[in-house]
């Protein structure tokens, strides 16, 4: 079964920066297609990114494009989410999850495509 797990959250000043980790067990992550979701503090959870499975082609919401930027190690079975230029807006649990498969260019990051989920870390942008 995969699993995954987030980490790299805390604190922040606005216009810091973040790496995000999602690190997989139990399988190799590179034949999944893995999404960045959010959960800001009495919000829906919402979909900030993705990156296709077995390539490096990425995608983003508008309200991170140029900002954020996903990769991923398939050495290291991880993939990452760098965010620069951080807003309190950005504020949020943070959750990597998987999709088993190729998404394509035009697919619109939908949460209940994504079977494995990790627990989530915190980001919190403040002064």
């Known amino acids: 079964q995969l699993q995954l797990v987030e980490s790299g959250g805390g604190l922040v000043q606005p216009g810091g920066s973040l790496r995000l980790s999602c690190a997989a067990s139990?399988?190799?992550?590179?034949?999944?297609?893995i999404g960045w979701f959010r959960q800001a503090p009495g919000k829906e959870r919402e979909g900030v990114g993705w990156?296709?499975?077995?390539?490096?082609?990425?995608y983003y919401t508008d309200s991170v494009k140029g900002r954020f930027t996903i990769s991923r190690d398939n050495a290291k079975n991880t993939v990452f989410l760098q965010m620069n230029s951080l807003k309190p807006e950005d504020t949020a649990v943070y959750y990597c999850?998987?999709?088993?498969?190729?998404?394509?260019?035009?697919?619109?990051?939908?949460?209940?495509?994504?079977?494995?989920w990790g627990q989530g870390t915190q980001v919190t942008v403040s002064s």
């Open positions: 990156i296709e499975s077995g390539r490096t082609s990425t």
């Open positions: 999850a998987a999709h088993w498969g190729f998404l394509g260019s035009s697919y619109y990051l939908t949460q209940s495509d994504f079977s494995s």
């Open positions: 139990g399988f190799p992550l590179e034949g999944y297609a």
